[in-house]
């Protein structure tokens, strides 16, 4: 059974920086693409940023320049790290695993997902 583990969140000041976790189990973590979404209170969930199993990444282009998703296969755990943070930025932030080699920016693509972090910027 897979399973997604966030942490990390909190409180920061704009301009401030953060790192987000995800640790994962249950599953070969090689064999997925993963992702990270966010969602505002009254606000669609949207994604943030997801990354390949080969490693290739991509954005949403309101985070591009200031998000970084990473991966490290050893230690089976997903990584967000958040620089120049808005208060637009503030949401809950979950991750996302699909079984497949390519993973995109929609959500209905991926089958498992965390309980989230949250993440608060105030200005």
């Known amino acids: 059974q897979v399973q997604l583990v966030e942490s990390g969140g909190g409180s920061v000041q704009a301009g401030g920086s953060l790192r987000l976790s995800c640790a994962t189990s249950?599953?070969?973590?090689?064999?997925?693409?993963m992702g990270w979404f966010r969602q505002a209170p009254g606000k669609d969930r949207e994604g943030v940023a997801s990354i390949d199993t080969d490693g290739t990444t991509n954005y949403a282009v309101s985070v591009k320049g200031r998000f970084t998703i990473s991966k490290d296969n050893a230690e089976n755990t997903l990584y967000l790290q958040m620089y120049s943070l808005k208060p637009e930025d503030t949401a809950m932030y979950y991750c996302?695993?699909?079984?497949?080699?390519?993973?995109?920016?929609?959500?209905?693509?991926?089958?498992?997902w965390g309980q989230g972090t949250q993440v608060t910027v105030s200005s």
């Open positions: 249950g599953y070969t973590y090689s064999e997925y693409c």
């Open positions: 996302a695993a699909k079984k497949g080699v390519v993973c995109w920016l929609h959500d209905y693509e991926y089958n498992s």
